[in-house]
């Protein structure tokens, strides 16, 4: 039973656009989120991430939004590079205690000059 | 200056056999960890060890045996592999345990192992 999903395997996006990408959890009892960025042939690398106690959090052009009524958080990203290809991870975790994270299945961004 | 290595970093061998996976940081961290993500993508934890203490064990046969030497090692040994444990093992290790903020995990680069 995957308890973090991310519906949409791949995206293509123009240069210079806003990328979005989704993810939905089941487990309310989640009250940590991250985003991890991976290249071919790397292991993931960390992005962003969100307590539950926000709704938003924002570094530079990415931007991680959080519903936890909906059970749903996305990552945006403005403007959109080339550099910014790559897979998308979402994961969930707790605050305290042992650092579990469940793993979305990844979405894999295109961008497009 | 590699934070957190895995070696090796390509492993093909034959159902049955025993390998060993070997994970090093660098970065002082006293948790580490082991993922498994298979074919369909999902990265899932497998282990992870707080200053050489096994703090998480999923579900995983009893094939799978970690160990660590010391808080800057993690080494996965795998028995009588099949054909089902071909996947990409990733490695990552976080400062403390029991905090999430600020403990963000940091991976290495993976090791994929193809059993045939």
């Known amino acids: 039973d995957q308890q973090v999903k991310q519906n949409s395997p791949s995206l293509s996006v123009q240069e210079g656009r806003i990328s979005i990408l989704n993810c939905d959890y089941t487990n309310s009892m989640f009250d940590y989120f991250l985003w991890y960025k991976k290249y071919p042939a790397e292991g993931p690398t960390f992005l962003i991430s969100?307590?539950?106690?926000?709704d938003k959090n924002e570094d530079g052009r990415f931007t991680v939004f959080l519903n936890k009524s909906a059970k749903h958080l996305s990552l945006h990203i403005v403007p959109s590079q080339p550099g910014d290809s790559a897979v998308y991870f979402c994961?969930?975790?707790?605050?305290?205690?042992?650092?579990?994270?469940?793993f979305g299945q990844g979405t894999r961004l295109t961008i497009n000059p | 200056d590699t934070a957190v290595s895995q070696t090796p970093k390509y492993l093909v061998t034959q159902m049955g056999n025993d390998k060993s996976i070997k994970c090093e940081q660098n970065l002082g961290h006293d948790t580490m960890y082991w993922y498994k993500q298979d074919s369909k993508k999902f990265l899932k934890i497998m282990f992870s060890?707080?200053?050489?203490?096994?703090?998480i064990n999923e579900t995983v046969p009893n094939r799978f045996s970690p160990k660590s030497p010391d808080k800057a090692h993690l080494n996965l040994h795998i028995n009588s592999l099949e054909l089902g444990d071909s996947a990409v093992y990733f490695c990552?290790?976080?400062?403390?345990?029991?905090?999430?903020?600020?403990?963000?995990?940091?991976f290495g680069p993976g090791t994929r192992l193809t059993v045939l």
């Open positions: 969100i307590s539950s106690i926000k």
């Open positions: 060890y707080n200053n050489k203490e096994l703090i």
């Open positions: 990552a290790s976080s400062q403390a345990n029991g905090r999430a903020i600020g403990n963000e995990q940091f």
């Open positions: 994961a969930a975790s707790y605050l305290q205690g042992a650092q579990k994270l469940v």
